[in-house]
């Protein structure tokens, strides 16, 4: 008499729909759970960067209020403003998890950063035009990375206001 595979042949692939299944069902939530991980880590890390280039640029100003060094040492002091703001390690970070676009404009607004370092160095008035330049480079660019930043996370709502103000200065 010939065997009934029916019985163990439907066992085998209700087995294999159920486990497939449930592979599925976890490796979709893997994807979304490291997926929510990656914009938690680049959140954090675009934070860092940001508020280190704000600080780097308060730490800067507060130099030439605070302080009055000979011309041969301001660049120190300048130096030692914007390294205590850890604006070179954010960057460093930014390499880590962030795409090559904001990496680029990350690399701008530093540059920006070093430009109106030299502008103070040469200076060391807030109210020079040296200086005034080099604060509106340095927003500009500001502005271009953190609006990269948001349109990265995936923030949606009107565009930061400070953005249009400084791509068409007035």
Not at 96 to 125: G, K, R
Request: net charge negative; glycine share 4%; with cysteine.
């Amino acid at each position: 008499m010939p065997m009934d595979w029916s019985a163990p042949l439907g066992t085998i692939i209700g087995a294999v729909v159920g486990v497939g299944s449930t592979l599925l069902a976890d490796r979709s939530r893997w994807r979304r759970d490291n997926d929510r991980h990656k914009t938690e880590v680049c959140r954090e890390t675009y934070t860092t960067f940001l508020i280190a280039l704000s600080q780097s640029h308060s730490n800067m100003r507060a130099a030439t209020f605070t302080t009055t060094p000979e011309p041969s040492e301001r660049h120190n002091v300048l130096y030692n403003a914007i390294d205590e703001s850890g604006i070179w390690r954010a960057r460093q970070c930014l390499s880590l998890s962030a795409p090559a676009e904001i990496i680029t404009l990350a690399i701008t607004a530093t540059e920006a950063l070093v430009a109106m370092q030299n502008a103070l160095t040469e200076t060391f008035d807030t109210r020079s035009d040296r200086y005034l330049r080099a604060r509106t480079d340095l927003w500009t660019a500001n502005a271009a990375v953190r609006e990269a930043m948001r349109t990265d996370l995936g923030e949606s709502g009107p565009p930061d206001p400070e953005v249009e103000l400084y791509r068409s200065p007035e």
